[in-house]
């Protein structure tokens, strides 16, 4: 975190959070305010199927808030500015960079990390098997991320084709180069789910 | 220059409705700074490279969303995400130029969160200005990348005015090319400007990319129906097919009788900073046929007046490339 955030910084932030205004001219409608129209601190946020209470701050990212709210460290932040994949989830199924989307922006939404699609029983979900079959990643850095867009790959097209999963994935880089070999993941489960 | 990876702290509103969001943006003028799906944003306040004391998150307000039929073409929602523009069935049946371009901007997961409104209104590619450099476009008095040493591979060709850098839209070009207008409101109305009008250059204004100002709200994208369904061509050339900006990209669009070119909008982007239309080119190929030698006879014409920089020189024969095969194609 950032040493100037003093805790007075903090705290004036949050009671800012959450959106909602009042001037002269009477209370703005927003998303999230509470009964009085004053601003809302503490929202919930529904990650991985299970809605939690969350202190969040107005401009926090929802990949900060995983990660050091919410111990879900699976979600990697490698490049902090939309530009590598490595902190991609889904949100309302949508694989979107985590660093690059306001925790804000998804309190009304369903929220899934990498920590959230192996079973209730612990079987792993199809790509992460297929991906541990292939050997799919090399250092490991960037999987968390490829397994999501993988998931949202084959959610909404469950038999593509190797030049569908090469675009499907194209928003995750590996800077082992791994990328054959993740393609070949995907495909694999593919073929395990359909 | 410290280099920081947590967002600065802010206010945030997130109105639900355009009238509340245009009161807010009224209030804060300066000092807010509107958001739609943010990608180009929180680049600028983590690298603290501009800031605001506020952000107006309009992505609840659910009436800038969506793709709808108009008595004359169709009108999109500013806040319809990239995504949505490429696989919007309205858009591919009529107007595949605008969804060819929205398809390949930037990476996936930005196409699902960005919004249109946002890709016309982002900011210019350039480094210097972008670390944060007191440049001519940041309220300085030099250019930085107009230098012996300048790193100006990616910079414009033309309409350089002090600042040289070029404009980042895929879209931009597809839409003045589709003669699409543009719906502004703030708290004094509303009001509709061509496309082509509404992107600004730096000897008329150095600061801003567009005719947007503090209180405005791009509510909307409207595309007239007189190009629905005419022979497009688009092309992006890049160093990389994802996440790139454009070197040079090409949105054409051309209308033929009995194979002779009756009009067309030839629209080229990343050469300066707003969508540079090729009208001599455009008048040029009237009545022509779409031939390799047709597009060979514009060739010199469609780089006329091109100032390269350094190391932009390139950019020359790329984009007459790339205009010949819009033409020919």
């Known amino acids: 975190m950032n040493s100037k955030l003093t805790r007075r910084r903090f705290i004036k932030g949050v009671i800012f959070s959450g959106a909602a205004a009042t001037t002269g001219a009477g209370v703005y409608l927003a998303n999230a305010q509470n009964g009085a129209g004053t601003a809302e601190r503490l929202i919930n946020l529904n990650i991985n199927g299970r809605t939690r209470p969350v202190d969040v701050m107005p401009s926090e990212t929802l990949a900060y808030t995983l990660r050091y709210k919410l111990d879900l460290t699976g979600t990697k932040i490698g490049c902090n500015r939309g530009e590598c994949g490595a902190c991609t989830v889904l949100v309302d199924g949508v694989a979107n960079y985590a660093c690059s989307v306001l925790t804000h922006n998804v309190k009304d939404k369903a929220v899934v990390s990498i920590e959230g699609i192996k079973s209730v029983d612990g079987t792993l979900h199809a790509v992460q098997q297929a991906f541990i079959d292939e050997n799919s990643p090399q250092c490991g850095f960037c999987t968390p991320g490829q397994v999501m867009s993988a998931v949202a790959l084959l959610n909404s097209n469950p038999r593509p084709t190797r030049e569908e999963v090469r675009a499907g994935l194209s928003g995750n880089l590996c800077r082992c180069g791994a990328y054959e070999h993740y393609i070949n993941g995907v495909l694999r489960a593919s073929r395990q789910i359909a | ?329």
């Open chain 2, 1 to 329: 220059m410290p280099s920081h990876d947590v967002m600065p702290n802010m206010e945030l509103y997130q109105p639900v409705q355009v009238e509340d969001a245009l009161a807010i943006a009224d209030r804060l003028a300066e000092r807010g700074w509107l958001v739609g799906g943010g990608q180009d944003t929180y680049g600028w306040l983590k690298d603290r490279a501009k800031s605001a004391d506020a952000l107006i998150d309009l992505s609840a307000i659910e009436s800038l969303r969506g793709v709808r039929e108009t008595a004359d073409g169709i009108e999109i929602g500013a806040l319809t995400t990239l995504s949505e523009v490429a696989t919007s069935d309205l858009i591919r049946s009529s107007y595949s130029l605008l969804a060819d371009a929205a398809g390949v901007v930037a990476s996936p997961q930005i196409r699902n969160i960005g919004t249109l409104g946002g890709n016309v209104s982002q900011d210019v590619r350039c480094w210097y200005y972008r670390r944060g450099l007191s440049c001519y476009r940041a309220g300085g008095n030099l250019c930085y990348a107009d230098t012996p040493q300048g790193m100006n591979r990616e910079h414009a060709l033309f309409d350089q005015s002090r600042c040289v850098a070029a404009g980042a839209s895929d879209t931009a070009p597809a839409l003045v090319a589709l003669d699409a207008s543009m719906v502004v409101q703030n708290l004094n109305g509303e009001r509709v400007i061509a496309a082509r009008d509404f992107f600004v250059g730096p000897a008329n204004d150095i600061e801003n990319t567009t005719v947007l100002r503090p209180g405005d709200i791009l509510t909307s994208v409207r595309i007239p129906s007189a190009w629905a369904n005419a022979e497009f061509y688009w092309e992006k050339v890049a160093d990389r097919n994802v996440w790139d900006f454009s070197l040079v990209n090409v949105a054409a669009a051309f209308k033929t009788i009995d194979g002779q070119i009756e009009d067309s909008r030839i629209v080229v982007g990343a050469v300066q900073t707003t969508p540079r239309r090729l009208t001599e080119v455009e008048n040029a190929i009237r009545g022509s046929r779409r031939t390799a030698d047709t597009a060979e006879a514009v060739k010199e014409l469609s780089t006329t007046g091109a100032r390269t920089l350094a190391h932009n020189g390139f950019k020359v024969p790329l984009m007459q490339n790339l205009v010949k095969r819009a033409i020919s194609s």
